[in-house]
């Protein structure tokens, strides 16, 4: 049964993307349940980082669940309906106030590309496999969506990737710049944890307005919200956690902060 799996550990909030009959392809259910999922970890205050990943050992996203199309892509309303609800979910690890990591391991496709182009930051093991097969479907492919190619990878890599429908390694995915890390498959679950244990170790806000700054930076000038991106940043310095960074500086000893 195809499924969102939501699970705590520690300061990390993980959702795994369940279908591991067809790879973990995207149902609609599963599109329309993941901005609250994200949602839910974004305001509990004892999580600091978001990682998506997928069930198994196969596959991360192999794409939407490409059975569905006749029946929910079928007609113009139809199609409508399912684009808004993959949308909602492409702009959820956007909008989160928290980083969002994609721990990739194989399959990497379509849907499940542009998912993991819609987080902060990306890992991947030796054996990720990517592609944007759109033209190889006949499928239009949103502005916004090639957008969010385009800030991450470029002009010229995005449109070579939705042009030629390419296979792609690890290899080639960090030349391009769409993961940060390559690990053996067999680090990637420590590589993405140590990832989120620097993060869990540092302040909230300074991640939180980071984040948006870097999410408002890559908007047209007029989109930009730059107002609340200045009082995200003098919320940092008013912060009891700017007074305990000083105070552990000069103690020399770690930080702990409450994100307050």
Request: aromatic share 6%; proline share 5%; charged share 25%.
């Amino acid at each position: 049964m195809p499924d969102i799996i939501t699970r705590i550990d520690g300061a990390v909030g993980t959702v795994v993307f369940s279908n591991p009959a067809k790879l973990n392809a995207m149902s609609m259910d599963m599109w329309s349940r993941l901005p609250n999922a994200v949602a839910e970890f974004d305001a509990n205050p004892a999580i600091r980082v978001i990682v998506f990943k997928g069930e198994g050992e196969k596959a991360f996203i192999s794409g939407a669940d490409i059975s569905q199309f006749e029946k929910l892509r079928g007609s113009a309303q139809a199609q409508i309906e399912y684009n808004r609800a993959a949308e909602s979910a492409y702009l959820a690890p956007m909008q989160a106030r928290k980083p969002v990591i994609a721990s990739i391991r194989g399959i990497c496709i379509g849907g499940g590309l542009g998912l993991a182009a819609a987080c902060d930051l990306r890992i991947c093991a030796e054996d990720a496999v990517f592609r944007m097969p759109a033209a190889r479907l006949g499928l239009g492919y949103s502005p916004n969506g090639v957008r969010r190619f385009m800030n991450v990878i470029g002009a010229a890599n995005t449109l070579e990737i939705f042009a030629t429908a390419k296979k792609f390694g690890a290899a080639e995915a960090l030349r391009m710049g769409f993961v940060s890390r390559v690990v053996p498959v067999a680090e990637l679950e420590k590589a993405t944890a140590e990832t989120c244990r620097m993060i869990a170790e540092n302040a909230p806000l300074t991640v939180a307005a980071a984040k948006f700054a870097v999410q408002q930076g890559m908007k047209d000038p007029g989109e930009r919200d730059t107002k609340k991106a200045m009082q995200m940043v003098e919320a940092c310095f008013a912060s009891e956690d700017h007074k305990e960074g000083r105070k552990a500086f000069m103690e020399k000893r770690t930080p702990q902060f409450h994100g307050r």
